[in-house]
């Protein structure tokens, strides 16, 4: 079955789920949604016909149920050929099948699209680290003003602990949202493996790959937002057998280094704009992936994990030597917008490298979509 019928095969079973805040929804994390009625192009809509009239639909059902569809697929709509191009470029029939999932929550919405993360184990995971806690001990984020208790995973088998959102750090370190694994297919960081971690935030990814790598790898995370720097320098502090690992990069990655970039601190919101017409907190010179391994000498580069509110594309060309060069193991969020989906994907692929590309989620809502690439021996 083609992209194109796996799509509406997705939208037709789903259209007939309703779900609600309590039980599909990070009411905490988005508050409430506006819906935009949105259109439909002909040749969706005529899909949808053919499909209703070839199972016999009652006509008042079918009309209803098209009519749904098509105020809401329109989203999409502009990209169907490249998102078939995506489907097909996919290296497993799972990476397929969760493409289409991803889709449909995006046309349908949290009340009819349920993600497969979405699960009892999932939010058991969950409420075991919440009991990893001290919620007594914590630290405030500028971010929705959060509090970020003492999260300490020694119990979990893992010499970790920082200051986190308890679901985070399952989903950093439990669900290992950096590793794809899959019907005995594996792409993630390993012992020895020097890591460049493009967007490290809290701090979190950089002790997480600070762990897999052991002793005789290093992490070289970028982060330059200030209120993030301060959170992350406390969480590095708290693990001093990993600090060792851990090079920090006081700048944002971009295409080209030296560029002038001008930044809100809004920890993880932050804004970050290219011109300082505007009001600013303060503004910091970008280094590219390529430049960043020349000036510090890194030998080797064995793995590239990018999660940087956008900036992916351009971070990306600005890694191209290094890519071509040493072929490392790819992490890159497509999720930002739809660009990011069908142009990430058709990126790596043009290169010519050989990579194979693979997809994992990350969350219960549009948000954490990863792109898994990696060149096959």
């Known amino acids: 079955m083609n992209f194109y019928s796996k799509l509406i095969e997705e939208l037709l079973v789903d259209s007939r789920n309703s779900f609600s805040y309590i039980d599909n929804y990070d ?71 969760l493409l289409v999932k991803i889709l449909a929550f995006r ?93 490290g935030c809290w701090g979190d990814t950089a002790l997480y790959f600070a762990n897999e790598v052991g002793n005789s790898g290093r992490v070289f995370t970028y982060e330059f937002i200030p209120s993030n720097l301060e959170i992350m320098t406390k969480n590095i502090a708290l693990n001093p057998n990993l600090e060792q690992r851990i090079t920090v990069i006081k700048h944002p990655v971009w295409e080209t280094s030296d560029r002038t970039m001008f930044y809100i601190d809004n920890g993880p919101g932050s804004r970050v704009f290219m011109n300082g017409d505007e009001k600013y907190d303060g503004k910091v010179e970008s280094i590219s992936i390529d430049d960043l391994v020349n000036r510090l000498n890194i030998n080797k580069v064995n793995f590239i994990k990018m999660d940087i509110e956008g900036a992916e594309p351009a971070a990306l060309k600005g890694a191209m030597n290094v890519i071509k060069k040493f072929k490392p193991k790819l992490a890159i969020a497509i999720y930002h917008s739809l660009d990011d989906f069908v142009n990430i994907p058709k990126f790596i692929h043009d290169l010519g490298l050989g990579y194979k590309l693979y997809l994992s989620h990350c969350s219960i809502h549009e948000e954490e979509t990863i792109l898994f690439a990696e060149i096959s021996n």
Do not use: C
Not at 50 to 74: A, C, H, P, Q
Not at 175 to 189: D, P, R, V
């Open 27 to 97: 009411e905490i994390r988005f508050g409430e949604i506006a819906v935009i009625p949105l259109t439909i192009k002909g040749k969706i809509r005529k899909k949808l016909e053919k499909i209703f009239n070839n199972r016999g639909y009652e006509i008042t059902k079918k009309e209803d149920v098209i009519k749904y569809i098509g105020e809401k697929i329109g989203i999409i709509d502009p990209y169907l050929s490249d998102l078939e191009d995506l489907y097909d470029l996919l290296s497993n029939e799972e990476s397929k099948i």
């Open 107 to 199: 046309v349908l919405g949290f009340t009819k699209v349920k993600l497969p993360l979405n699960t009892p184990e999932f939010w058991a995971g969950i409420k075991e680290i919440e009991e990893l806690t001290d919620k007594n001990t914590f630290i405030k984020a500028s971010f929705f003003n959060w509090e970020l208790p003492l999260v300490n995973l020694n119990k979990k088998g893992i010499p970790i602990q920082l200051y986190f959102l308890p679901m985070g750090a399952y989903i950093d370190f439990i669900f290992k949202q950096y590793e794809y694994g899959h019907n005995f297919k594996y792409i993630k960081a390993e012992k020895g493996d020097f890591v460049i971690d493009a967007g």
